[in-house]
């Protein structure tokens, strides 16, 4: 069954190497699960207008590639948190831990750390610490919450399966289930260089990745639920929407960091 993940991967880039890049600123009780529809057939292959469950996470990875941002709320590893990410162009998150004063910006390569007095005190001033080194920081972090990574697994899996029609709030949603190894998981990430994929398959854990995904009838993502070495929830609204902006820190409030890497978060 590896043609369907290959013919996935293969569709995705030449749709990703098709668009133009542009400048970024800025429950309910589960049926049965019910069995895949054929793949299209003048090809034998799974397509984004069927709706075989490949087809339909197909058909999910195509309205990610479309919407290049979203604003979240998480569950990661027992920690809340909140906030923006665009996954195209270019890599940016705005990330806010409950209970925790500071707050994370990402953009592109640059990382800032704080926004809150205790911060201001600590560097005698400036409210925000800025870390570059050249690389995206916080890769481990955006890989946890973005949509990309997780459709992008669910469509190279071999068998994925509708769990059934459910209630999410007032939206009716699909609910789809599959499981992969963490090799699997993270060799289906064709968007991520090989350090970054290795350091997701090892922050995943050696045992199988059981992934849980809500779509709605736009086929686009508005709950994930990944359950790994650690169990992260993360709902997503706002697709695509053009209010959703993440600034950078003015420099004037800002210092240099320290060292040749952002510290990890509290």
């Known amino acids: 069954m590896a043609a369907p993940a290959r013919w996935a991967a293969a569709l995705l880039a030449a749709v990703l190497l098709a668009g133009t890049a542009t400048a970024c600123t800025g429950s309910g009780t589960a049926a049965d699960p019910a069995s895949p529809s054929s793949p299209t057939p003048s090809t034998g292959e799974p397509s984004p207008t069927d709706r075989s469950p490949h087809g339909v996470l ?13 604003e979240y709320t998480a569950v990661l590893g027992g920690e809340d948190a909140k906030g923006a990410l665009f996954w195209a162009p270019k890599t940016v998150l705005k990330y806010q831990a409950e209970g925790v004063g500071r707050t994370l910006v990402v953009l592109d390569t640059s ?14 001033g400036p409210h925000w610490q800025k870390f570059s080194d050249g690389r995206i920081p916080y890769g481990g972090l955006i890989d946890r919450l973005s949509p990309v990574v997780a459709v992008a697994a669910a469509a190279a899996a071999d068998e994925p399966r509708l769990i059934g029609e459910e209630k999410l709030l007032d939206t009716t949603v699909e609910h789809y289930r599959v499981t992969v190894s963490a090799a699997r998981y993270a060799a289906a990430q064709n968007q991520l260089d090989q350090g970054r994929r290795q ?12 992934l849980d995904l809500w779509l709605d009838d736009h086929d686009q993502l508005v709950r994930l639920r990944r359950a790994a070495a650690e169990v992260d929830t993360v709902e997503y609204t706002e697709f695509g929407s053009s209010a959703i902006s993440v600034q950078a820190p003015a420099e004037a409030d800002t210092a240099p960091g320290t060292g040749a890497s952002p510290p990890p978060l509290p």
């Not at 197909?58 to 979203?70: E, F, N, T």
């Not at 990382?111 to 005698?124: I, K």
């Open 58 to 70: 197909l058909s999910a990875q195509l309205a990610l590639h479309d919407a290049r941002r979203a």
């Open 199 to 210: 350091a997701l398959e090892a922050a995943l854990g050696p045992g199988d990745v059981v």
């Open 111 to 124: 990382a800032y750390l704080g926004g809150d007095p205790g911060t201001a005190a600590r560097l005698g």
